[in-house]
């Protein structure tokens, strides 16, 4: 029964989507219950086609002002070309005959017709429409796709064969002389898919004169003989109790073996137990339900989402749920959206279903969706981008997942199986209540056990709806300072995220937030406590910025404790590099240099440098190689190659050879190369700099898990380096990275949109996003 169509029109073979009714009939009351095109053909039991009509609802139907239109199987001709006009009524149970047109070789007559007419009906395959108009309708649902308006009209349609319009997922059976498509339950069975509700039978017509059968009855079966009187079970009295109307399709008929369901615009009725209740207007406005009873298919997922708000019925987890509705692909999600009904009718209980992470080799989440499951094994925080703005972890088994290019041995596919998104069950963009951040806002490293929840999907990414609280053990806690690193000077490197005093541009848009980032950036200078600090991202407007964060941190650890150096060729972007330095510790020898060199955007700073009082020299190259990003003005070298390293790799690599070039040509005693780089471990601007003979003293020193400054889309890894030529290394006593930025999610930063406001501490916690460095060196001579 086509019951509703106008919504969305009927534009592709077997989509059939609810339409209003008129107000004459009760939405798929009158319904064809048989077709026979057969007639007069050798072997056929009757010498005319015929149609048969079925009221299966509750009240009498005029059929005043409606036809039976036909068209063939695929042709191009349109419905209204063959048209038969139908007039009278029918009680419930009633039946009504339609005499079409005769063969050539006489055989059986029919019942008495209560309808006669001259359409020619194919024996094997075609489509008969029950038109709720006289109007003919231009289209045929094939070649000429039925508009809404037209679709709107069709009471009931039964494509058969090979036709390619019909109800449901599949047409009725291909048909013969001597069958006819027999609608099961005597007329009552009606599913909205003609493979479902018609069998290939023996004809069997029935007319006005056959003792009404009304559903809810034992219909009788079919019978060529319309004067039989069957004698049907006693009809039971109706209760109007809701849960006496049974499910028509099981979850896993709706779900299919696919990504997609095969019953996509149909309306059905599916029962389950409701696992997760997320009906609130700032949650996901529906519940997901899950069959107790699934089926033996592997391939079919047993739970499913029900788009409905509590204002049509508030549900809660437990209760055994029948809902009525469309199935829909709402971003690659299956749901019943339009829901029209839920039917709460008792109570059930459904246990997770254990899954271990990483999925199998060319395993999918989809058999899963919707389905709720628990994850046994310990899984840790691997991204926390968007819990702020989404509420959203990204969480991974066997830990932390790190760039492929940062280090040997990662496996991106084998990354991507052992990785759980989990979200927070709302549609709230940038919540008031930001889950995971009580006590303390979880960070990357965290871990939890038994993770539980319905795993569903949505805009691209499998993700599970926790139905359990989720506590994250502090696997990975705050350091107050950073690991020991020894020795008697100390060297740090720390880029500063747009340390501005110009509002409103690339750091801070207001005096509030810029008091607010000052703080933090200065207790993460207090807490590094170096003797000289290579600094990033450092507004390029003279010595203001920079005198600035030196006014306010020696506030902090005492006038004069740290002195600025100047920039000789600062260059012309808006950041550029800058070096703070303990004036009672350390000795500037020579001038502060740079280079002109153009493949520079952000020249480095050089200076000397020996402890107070003579001793050893050492020389800090401040870097900042070009960024990662892809823009337009890369050329074909620079663009993205796909091998990792994204854009402008090779210009960082033109710019880690003028570093060397820069200290063979100025001779600079025992270089320390530091700063951010723009480039992980792995990457050929690193591997360029280690082979003109530096060493990485991160690689050296931290250990592979710790070894990390940094978070892009769920990886960890080094952007920020540090690395000393041959002779320097054998003076460096130690090197750390205080972790105190990519761990920490980015709500507890200065900014005041959408941060909230209790989460903020004027601490080193998330003053930037990148970690600083600091390394240890031993070098002789000098005083204290």
């Known amino acids: 029964m086509v019951a509703a169509l106008a919504a969305a029109g ?29 007639g007069g053909n050798s072997g056929a039991p009757y010498t005319n086609d015929y149609v048969e009509l079925f009221n299966r609802g509750t009240a009498t139907i005029s059929l005043d002002g409606w036809s039976l239109q036909y068209t063939s199987a695929t042709g191009t001709g349109q419905f209204g070309s063959q048209k038969q006009d139908l007039s009278g009524s029918l009680a419930p149970g009633g039946y009504h005959l339609v005499q079409l047109s005769a063969g050539s070789t006489p055989s059986g007559a029919l019942p008495s017709a209560d309808t006669t007419g001259t359409l020619s009906l194919s024996a094997t395959a075609g489509k008969v429409a029950l038109v709720r108009s006289a109007a003919g309708l231009a289209c045929n649902g094939g070649s000429s796709p039925c508009a809404p308006e037209q679709a709107a009209q069709i009471a009931d349609l039964v494509g058969y064969g090979t036709a390619n319009y019909f109800e449901g997922t599949a047409a009725a059976p291909g048909l013969s002389n001597s069958t006819a498509a027999v609608r099961a339950g005597g007329g009552c069975a009606d599913t ?17 004169a056959t003792p009404p059968a009304p559903c809810g009855a034992v219909s009788p079966s079919p019978s060529a003989s319309p004067s039989a009187s069957p004698t049907p079970s006693p009809t039971p009295t109706p209760t109007g109790d809701p849960c006496e109307v049974p499910a028509n399709r099981q979850i896993a008929e709706v779900q299919g073996g696919g990504d997609t369901s095969p019953l996509a615009g149909q309306t059905v009725r599916a029962e389950g137990v409701v696992t997760g209740d997320f009906q609130a207007a700032n949650q996901l406005s529906g519940f997901y339900f ?86 046994p094994e310990p899984l840790t925080v691997t991204d926390h981008y968007n819990l702020g703005r989404y509420g959203e972890v990204t969480v991974s088994a066997g830990g932390r997942l790190f760039q492929p290019t940062d ?3 990662v496996d991106p596919a084998l990354d991507a199986r052992r990785s759980l998104l989990i979200d927070d069950g709302s549609s709230t963009e940038n919540p008031a209540a930001i889950p995971y951040t009580t006590p303390r806002a979880v960070r990357l490293g965290d871990t939890a056990v038994g993770v539980t929840g319905v795993l569903t999907y949505g805009f691209g990414d499998y993700l599970l709806e926790p139905t359990e609280q989720i506590t994250f053990l502090p696997a990975n806690p705050r350091l107050p300072a950073p690991s020991p690193v020894g020795g008697n000077v100390r060297v740090a490197s720390l880029n500063t995220l747009n340390w501005f005093t110009t509002l409103g541009s690339r750091g801070a848009n207001t005096a509030e937030e810029q008091q607010r980032q000052l703080k933090k950036i200065v207790a993460t200078l207090k807490g590094l406590n170096a003797d000289v600090v290579g600094l990033m991202e450092v507004e390029n407007n003279g010595q203001t910025a920079l005198n600035a964060l030196v006014d306010a941190l020696n506030a902090e650890v005492g006038a004069g404790t740290y002195a600025a150096l100047t920039h000789p060729f600062p ?29 520079f955007r952000r020249p480095p700073l050089i200076q000397t440098f020996r402890r107070a009082g003579g001793g050893q020299p050492f020389t800090l190259l401040v870097n900042h190689f070009k960024s990662k990003g892809c823009d337009e003005e890369a050329d074909s070298g620079d663009t993205d190659q ?7 790799n090779a210009e960082r690599v033109r710019q880690a ?25 792995e990457e050929d601007p690193i591997h360029t700099l280690e082979t003109g003979g530096l060493t990485s003293l991160s690689k050296r020193f931290v250990p592979a898990a710790q070894r990390y400054s940094y978070l892009f889309d769920g990886l960890s890894g080094e952007l920020d380096h540090a690395m000393a030529c041959k002779q320097l290394v054998k003076r460096v006593s130690g090197a750390t990275i205080w972790h105190v930025n990519a761990d920490e999610p980015r709500i507890l930063d200065y900014n005041l949109e959408y941060n909230p406001p209790s989460l903020y501490r004027p ?13 240890g060196l031993n070098l002789p001579g000098g005083k204290g």
């Not at 073979?13 to 219950?33: F, H, Y």
């Not at 063979?664 to 025992?670: E, K, V, Y």
């Not at 601490?763 to 390394?775: E, G, M, T, W, Y």
């Open 290 to 375: 899950q069959d107790p009873t699934p089926d033996a298919d592997p391939a079919t997922s047993d739970g499913l989402f029900a788009f409905a708000r509590p204002t049509l019925k508030d549900v809660k987890v437990g209760d055994r749920v029948l809902v009525t509705g469309r199935v829909t692909e709402f971003n690659g999600l299956t749901e019943l959206s339009p829901v029209t009904a839920v039917d709460v009718c008792g109570t059930g209980t459904i246990t997770p279903k254990a899954y271990d992470l990483p999925r199998a080799d060319g395993a999918a989440f989809e058999p899963y969706e919707n389905v709720l499951v628990t994850f």
């Open 642 to 648: 796909g091998d990792g390293q994204s854009c402008y």
């Open 192 to 208: 909205d898919d003609n493979a479902a509700d018609f069998a290939a039978g023996t004809p069997a017509p029935r007319n006005a």
């Open 571 to 599: 260059g012309t972007d808006a950041i550029h590099v800058a070096a703070i330095y303990k004036p009672a510790k350390l000795s500037l020898v020579g001038q502060t240099r740079s280079s002109t060199d153009p493949v």
């Open 10 to 38: 009927l534009l592709a073979a077997g989509v059939a989507v609810a339409s209003p009714a008129p107000a004459s009939a009760e939405p798929g009351a009158v319904v064809i219950s048989q077709v026979y095109g057969g």
């Open 657 to 681: 050879k003028a570093v060397l070039g820069l200290i063979d040509s100025m001779d600079l005693p025992n270089p320390l190369v530091i700063g951010d780089l723009n480039a992980y471990g």
């Open 407 to 409: 280090r040997p041995g």
């Open 763 to 775: 601490d080193a916690f998330r003053s930037s996003d990148h970690d600083p460095l600091l390394i």
